[in-house]
Every structure is written in C-alpha cells, then in structure tokens.
C-alpha cells in the first residue's frame, strides 16, 4: 500500500524559513507529479505548487518568489523550501502525488498534513 507521509511543519516567526518533506513508501512503479496544498482554518484546500516528474514546476501567485517545489527521485521525496513566511501562510499542508503503484493502475494519494504556524 501506498502511503505519503509529510514532516517538517511547526511554528516559526514572520520573514521565517521552514522546509518540508513528503516521502512516498510502498510497492511503487512509478510517480508522477507532486505537489503540496493547504488548507487555512474555515478555507478550502488551496494548490500551493506542483512538480512533474521531469522537474517541471507550478507556484500559487501568493507563493511565487518565496517557496521552492523539488523532489528526489531516487527517494520518492518531494520537498517544499518556504522563505520570508508570512501568517498568511499559516495552515495544514498536504502533500499529494499521482502514483502507479506496482501492478495497478495511477492513483491519487494524500498525505495525513503538518501544520505550519506562523506567528510572533
């Protein structure tokens, strides 16, 4: 079974920096693009940025200049660098992934979220 499992989040200052990891663990063939969300308390979840498999990347407006989307392929890992955070930033972010596990069919996972808190 396929499982997505963020760490990284917690609570830092204004103009902070914190990065997040997303490892994907399991009987898997192949991983197609990733990406982090988020979800804001009373918001929907919201796209922060995507990566293909091939490096191409994707950035919400609000987050453009300030984050970073990477991954490692050799560890079924994506990353999200987050600089000069702001409490707007605040929220649970979810890692996602387009997945084919082995002998079956692409399927969408979700990972379980960490919270990021930014705050004074």
């Known amino acids: 079974q396929v499982q997505l499992v963020e760490s990284g989040g917690g609570l830092v200052q204004p103009g902070g920096s914190l990065r997040l990891s997303c490892a994907a663990s399991?009987?898997?063939?192949?991983?197609?693009?990733m990406g982090w969300y988020r979800q804001a308390p009373g918001k929907q979840r919201e796209l922060v940025a995507t990566?293909?498999?091939?490096?191409?990347?994707n950035y919400a407006d609000s987050v453009k200049g300030r984050f970073t989307i990477s991954r490692d392929n050799a560890k079924n890992t994506v990353y999200l660098q987050m600089n000069s955070l702001k409490p707007e930033d605040t929220a649970v972010y979810y890692c996602?992934?387009?997945?084919?596990?082995?002998?079956?069919?692409?399927?969408?996972?979700w990972g379980q979220g960490t919270q990021v808190t930014v705050s004074s």
């Open positions: 399991g009987s898997i063939f192949f991983i197609n693009t």
């Open positions: 990566i293909t498999s091939g490096g191409g990347t």
């Open positions: 996602n992934g387009y997945i084919v596990p082995r002998g079956s069919s692409i399927s969408n996972y």
